[in-house]
T-cell receptor, first 111, second 112 residues
Framework: DTGVSQDPRHKITKRGQNVTFRCDPISEHNRLYWYRQTLGQGPEFLTYFQNEAQLEKSRLLSDRFSAERPKGSFSTLEIQRTEQGDSAMYLC?????????FGSGTRLTVV | QKEVEQNSGPLSVPEGAIASLNCTYSDRGSQSFFWYRQYSGKSPELIMFIYSNGDKEDGRFTAQLNKASQYVSLLIRDSQPSDSATYLCAVPTYTGRRALTFGSGTRLQVQP
């Protein structure tokens, strides 16, 4: 499978717990993005990596969120001290140019 | 004003008709425009992109761009029930970032 893979597909967590999501991009893509999508809205940009460098973070990304892309391959997105407002679909996308290819997403539910 | 605006719908069309989906954007410097289709519970899937003013056709899909009016549309000919989905318009807003700013999407319902 040469698409973008995300794990897990679903995550239910209690408020205050930490969660970590993983994204494996298409192997030849050097750009990787994280987006968040809530019901009835389009995806919102969170952060962007070119190779291993995190080049931009959205104002939406609070201090509780951190992302890494060691060695420019897979990426992780960690949310610390989760809040109910963090419940959303977290989408990873990768690209060479402008054409973002999305993974299946991780649906997070904070109870 | 939102950076990318779409009518949320739902837009309901009968099977076989032409569905017309519209999008306006605020950044006059935008150079490329994307249409994604998203089925309920699934992730967005790229279906069309357009860089130049005018029309671009791919099968039953036609993207239309008018940079002067800051308007991009998607036409779906011979609509099928399987086209029922949310259609997202997206624009790379900042040069060099390459991330996309999305509209909130238009929900299309094709009635059999």
């Amino acid at each position: 499978d040469t698409g973008v893979s995300q794990d897990p597909r679903h995550k239910i967590t209690k408020r205050g717990q930490n969660v970590t999501f993983r994204c494996d991009p298409i192997s030849e893509h050097n750009r990787l993005y994280w987006y968040r999508q809530t019901l009835g809205q389009g995806p919102e940009f969170l952060t962007y990596f070119q190779n291993e460098a995190q080049l931009e973070k959205s104002r939406l990304l609070s201090d509780r969120f951190s992302a890494e892309r060691p060695k420019g391959s897979f990426s992780t997105l960690e949310i610390q001290r989760t809040e109910q407002g963090d419940s959303a679909m977290y989408l990873c996308a990768s690209s060479l140019g402008d054409l973002n290819t999305f993974g299946s997403g991780t649906r997070l539910t904070v109870v | 004003q939102k950076e990318v605006e779409q009518n949320s719908g739902p837009l309901s069309v009968p099977e076989g008709a032409i569905a017309s989906l519209n999008c306006t954007y605020s950044d006059r410097g935008s150079q490329s425009f994307f249409w994604y289709r998203q089925y309920s519970g699934k992730s967005p899937e790229l279906i069309m992109f357009i860089y130049s003013n005018g029309d671009k056709e791919d099968g039953r899909f036609t993207a239309q761009l008018n940079k002067a009016s800051q308007y991009v549309s998607l036409l779906i000919r011979d609509s099928q029930p399987s086209d029922s989905a949310t259609y997202l318009c997206a624009v790379p807003t900042y040069t060099g970032r390459r991330a996309l700013t999305f509209g909130s999407g238009t929900r299309l319902q094709v009635q059999p």
